[in-house]
């Protein structure tokens, strides 16, 4: 079961600024400006389009996949002209904590690669831990395999992909697992992007337990905290999607909130934000509901007010006590 390790590729977080991809006019277009020509029929420019407009923040993410964007690009140039460097190695990690985006984007990844011809498919197999290792002996290689088969032909993001190392049990199957892997990961890299996810800290501790696995991470991309400028701006556009929207009072008093959120146990970043906002579709039905004849109002309809935020538990109680002993509480803000 063992593969040999290829050789480090070094990895640059930092990757220096390289220009976006531009758009090119039409008029641009033509057979003398081959880049232009498969630009625009990559379809490519509305791709990474969509991801600045429908994703806020993320500055470094966006670069690091409109840099994966260009180089897949320039490589099936290349691959025209019969200069040929093989499939580049695009197994990454993303890294950050809950909430921070990592299997949007990974959707939107695999949406890119397929664009782009690296993958056939271009579809999402989510998995943890649970899905790849078997409780008995003999039982791992085939669930390993079996999802391995489902997601050939576009991406696998594993989510807290660490569990699959648990040095504290000798014969833990989840080696087995990584073993499988590993040798896919190498031999299948044409036609299988595999994305490791989880909290930054345990990722580097579990690359740093596994270097076979570290050699084929050829990206590695981590997902920031937002601020609460961010937080709002999610916020916006996720009621934007829902048709709802905030008055006046309501984005102030929804800053506020977040910035107490912010502070307390559990926070999820922009699934917080989500969470915070089905709750206040709630207490606005409720309030419509005490007042049928607001319902027949298009703007009570769409329009969260103060009250449907104001009542959270978040402002009637103060400090870190609310959350102090009783961690299920917590959720509920
Ligand atoms: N930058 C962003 N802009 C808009 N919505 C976001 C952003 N990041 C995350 N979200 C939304 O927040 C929710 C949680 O994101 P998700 O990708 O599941 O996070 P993670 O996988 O890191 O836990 C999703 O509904 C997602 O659409
Ligand atoms: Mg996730």
């Known amino acids: 079961m063992h593969t040999p390790d290829t050789p480090d590729t070094p990895d640059t977080p930092d990757t220096p600024d390289t220009p976006d ?31 600045d407009r429908e994703l806020i923040g993320l500055a470094p993410v966006k670069q690091r996949i409109r840099d994966i964007a260009a180089l897949l690009l320039v490589d ?11 499939a580049p190695s695009l197994h990454m990690c993303f890294s950050g904590n809950p909430g921070t985006g990592k299997t949007t984007v990974a959707l939107r990844m695999a949406a890119i690669l397929h664009q782009l011809g690296y993958v056939r498919k271009g579809h999402l197999v989510a998995v943890t831990r649970d899905d790849l290792v078997g409780q008995y002996i003999g039982h791992t290689a085939p669930k390993t395999k079996e999802v391995l088969k489902k997601a050939m032909g576009g991406v696998l993001f594993i989510d807290e992909a660490y569990y699959l190392y648990r040095p ?8 087995e697992a990584i073993e499988i892997l590993l040798q896919v990961m190498e031999n299948n890299r044409d036609d299988l992007v595999v994305i490791l996810a989880g909290y930054k800290d345990r ?10 696995m570290s050699s084929r991470i050829a990206h590695h991309i981590d997902f920031p905290d937002y601020g609460v400028d961010e937080l709002a701006q999610i916020a916006d556009l996720m009621l934007k999607t829902m048709q709802y929207r905030f008055d006046d009072e309501a984005t102030r008093v929804f800053s506020n909130y977040l910035q107490r959120r912010m502070q307390q146990p559990h926070f999820a970043n922009a699934r917080s934000v989500r969470n915070a906002l089905d709750r206040a579709r709630l207490r606005h039905a409720s309030r419509l509901m005490q007042d049928p004849l607001s319902m027949a109002d298009d703007a009570s309809l769409t329009t969260i007010t103060a009250p449907d935020l104001l009542a959270s538990r978040i402002f009637s109680e103060t400090g870190q006590g609310m959350c102090g002993k009783d961690n299920i509480s917590c959720q509920q803000h």
Do not use: C, H, V, W
Not at 21 to 46: C, K, R, V, Y
Not at 76 to 85: M, N, Q, S, V
Not at 169 to 175: A, I, M, P, S
């Open 21 to 51: 991809i531009p758009d090119i006019p039409d008029t641009q277009l033509s057979t003398a400006n081959p880049f232009a020509l498969a630009l625009a029929s990559s379809g490519i420019s509305e791709l990474l389009a969509q991801l």
């Open 76 to 86: 099936k140039l290349r691959a025209e002209r019969g200069f040929t460097a093989g």
């Open 168 to 175: 504290e049990n000798e014969r833990d199957y989840g080696q």
């Open 203 to 212: 990722m580097d501790q579990f690359f740093a337990s596994n270097p076979g």
